[in-house]
């Protein structure tokens, strides 16, 4: 038997309710707040996102899917929305009209070690705002998620913010960290050793050595920003508060992508094991880094894998069912109760009859099987006068309806 790739899994049952319902509530949320459906390849060539993402980031060097096309070029299934949304913006000249403000939905790829609440194909539901370095977009985004994740019922996340500063700010930050950390390297994990001159923020929030006093008294970042960033910050800030949005400001959070400047933020939840379910910020330099125009840009993913995790774990239900409305049981009437399905369904009404099987017995089967709220029994009798006995399946109420009213009687009790 062919089994599944390790860390992905397949979507069926009251999984699937699941998924269909976080992603309409999604999409409501996002087209509430004016943001427009964007659709992106699952496969860009690669050196999108060794550009983009960045050469020092572990998505890059450790995650991607890549793959020699017959053609001979290297091409990488896409670990992440951001960067082929910003190569899209580009290629089809979007930025000529701004802001752009983009919402996505969609698997990722990423050869991480699978566990719980990590998976080798992950699903992300993004935005991107693009054309404003107001402070305002900023907070909009962050509002965004919040409003989300309020209606789908997660009432623990917790907001993180922090301000990563500019280019020169981070360079600043960087060498003092690499001054500080390289006393004791010797004492850290590999990776961290790695990270030392390459990419010495992410020691900061390294899963294995993170917990280490002298980590946790590493310079902060805060103490770098300049007059404006700081400003840029607290205005972040005051929109929040203004928002009513609780957040905690948290100087280690440093995001794990390349692209970020200024403000990151992550969504963490009390699951430990489950990790951040979302996060994003603000990302000036990537379209530019692109051979694109310089055009200010603020986003977030969350993570829809772990956003259904948590729904588990908190045994939150969903208000989706796959209850049908009615289902037409027939006595050697098949053809008739077929015409009349097709009626109902036109009506818009969750309809179903059996297709397979004669026997009453398999019917009433089926009818319970998919809880059916109505039946309607179809007998040769029904079919000569027209009246149909309608039965609530719940109540095992019946009464006597004619097909001229059916509609009508369905419209009030559905
Ligand atoms: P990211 O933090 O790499 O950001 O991913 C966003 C979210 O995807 C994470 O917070 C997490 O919930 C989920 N995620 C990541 N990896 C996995 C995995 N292996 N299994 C399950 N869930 C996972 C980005 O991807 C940025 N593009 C977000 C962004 C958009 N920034 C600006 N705009």
């Given at each position: 038997?062919?089994?599944?790739?390790?860390?992905?899994?397949?979507?069926?049952?009251?999984?699937?309710?699941?998924?269909?319902?976080?992603?309409?509530?999604?999409?409501?949320?996002?087209?509430?707040?004016?943001?427009?459906?964007?659709?992106t390849?699952l496969?860009?060539?690669?050196?999108?996102?060794?550009?983009?993402?960045?050469?020092?980031?572990?998505?890059?060097?450790?995650?991607?899917?890549?793959?020699?096309?017959?053609?001979?070029r290297?091409n990488?299934?896409?670990?992440?929305?951001?960067?082929?949304?910003?190569?899209?913006?580009?290629?089809?000249?979007?930025?000529?009209?701004?802001?752009?403000?983009?919402?996505?939905?969609?698997?990722?790829?990423?050869?991480?070690?699978?566990?719980?609440?990590?998976?080798?194909?992950l699903?992300?539901?993004?935005?991107?705002?693009?054309?404003?370095?107001?402070?305002?977009?900023?907070?909009?985004?962050?509002?965004?998620?919040?409003?989300?994740?309020?209606?789908?019922?997660?009432?623990?996340?917790?907001?993180?913010?922090?301000?990563?500063?500019?280019?020169?700010?981070?360079?600043?930050?960087?060498?003092?960290?690499?001054?500080?950390?390289?006393?004791?390297?010797?004492?850290?994990?590999?990776?961290?050793?790695?990270?030392?001159?390459?990419?010495?923020?992410?020691?900061?929030?390294c899963?294995?050595?993170?917990?280490?006093?002298?980590v946790?008294?590493?310079?902060?970042?805060?103490?770098?920003?300049?007059?404006?960033e700081?400003?840029?910050?607290?205005?972040?800030?005051?929109y929040l508060?203004?928002?009513?949005?609780?957040?905690?400001?948290?100087?280690?959070l440093?995001?794990?992508?390349?692209?970020?400047?200024?403000?990151?933020?992550?969504?963490?939840?009390?699951?430990?094991?489950?990790?951040?379910i979302?996060?994003?910020?603000?990302?000036?330099?990537?379209?530019?880094?692109l051979?694109?125009?310089?055009?200010?840009?603020?986003?977030?993913?969350?993570?829809?894998?772990?956003?259904?995790?948590?729904?588990?774990?908190?045994?939150?239900?969903?208000?989706?069912?796959?209850?049908?409305?009615?289902?037409?049981?027939?006595?050697?009437?098949?053809?008739?109760?077929?015409?009349?399905?097709?009626?109902?369904?036109?009506?818009g009404?969750?309809?179903?009859?059996?297709?397979?099987?004669?026997?009453?017995?398999?019917?009433?089967?089926?009818?319970?099987?998919?809880?059916?709220?109505?039946?309607?029994?179809?007998?040769?009798e029904?079919?000569?006068?027209?009246?149909?006995?309608?039965?609530?399946?719940?109540?095992?109420?019946?009464?006597?309806?004619?097909?001229?009213?059916?509609?009508?009687?369905?419209?009030?009790?559905?």
């Open positions: 038997m062919i089994q599944k790739i390790k860390g992905t899994y397949d979507v069926y049952g009251s999984l699937s309710l699941k998924h269909l319902y976080i992603k309409s509530l999604f999409q409501n949320v996002c087209e509430n707040f004016n943001y427009s459906y964007i659709e390849p496969i860009e060539r690669s050196e999108l996102f060794h550009r983009g993402v960045g050469e020092t980031s572990d998505i890059v060097t450790k995650e991607t899917y890549d793959f020699v096309d017959r053609g001979g290297n990488t299934i896409r670990p992440e929305g951001t960067a082929g949304i910003a190569r899209a913006v580009i290629e089809n000249k979007m930025y000529t009209t701004l802001p752009l403000k983009l919402f996505y939905m969609g698997s990722m790829f990423r050869y991480e070690r699978p566990q719980k609440g990590r998976y080798r194909e699903r992300q539901l993004g935005i991107e705002l693009y054309g404003s370095s107001d402070e305002m977009a900023d907070a909009e985004t962050i509002n965004l998620a919040t409003t989300f994740l309020k209606e789908l019922g997660l009432k623990d996340v917790v907001v993180k913010i922090n301000s990563i500063g500019g280019v020169e700010t981070r360079k600043k930050y960087r060498e003092d960290l690499i001054k500080y950390f390289s006393k004791n390297i010797d004492n850290y994990c590999e990776d961290c050793k790695e990270r030392l001159n390459k990419n010495p923020l992410r020691i900061l929030d899963k294995i050595d993170a917990d280490k006093e002298e946790k008294n590493a310079p902060s970042i805060l103490d770098y920003l300049n007059a404006e700081k400003e840029s910050f607290e205005k972040i800030k005051k508060d203004d928002l009513d949005i609780k957040y905690e400001v948290d100087n280690r440093v995001r794990g992508l390349d692209y970020y400047t200024n403000l990151v933020y992550e969504f963490t939840t009390p699951y430990k094991d489950i990790g951040s979302g996060g994003g910020g603000r990302y000036d330099n990537l379209l530019s880094s051979d694109g125009p310089e055009v200010p840009a603020v986003g977030f993913a969350f993570g829809f894998d772990r956003i259904v995790d948590v729904l588990n774990e908190l045994e939150l239900e969903i208000p989706k069912t796959d209850e049908i409305d009615v289902y037409v049981l027939n006595i050697d009437q098949k053809e008739y109760a077929f015409n009349l399905v097709n009626t109902l369904r036109e009506n009404y969750r309809v179903d009859m059996n297709i397979t099987s004669k026997n009453m017995k398999a019917q009433f089967k089926e009818a319970d099987r998919y809880k059916a709220k109505y039946l309607i029994i179809i007998g040769e029904e079919v000569k006068e027209e009246i149909y006995t309608v039965r609530d399946n719940l109540t095992k109420e019946e009464i006597k309806v004619s097909k001229d009213d059916l509609i009508d009687y369905l419209d009030i009790n559905l």
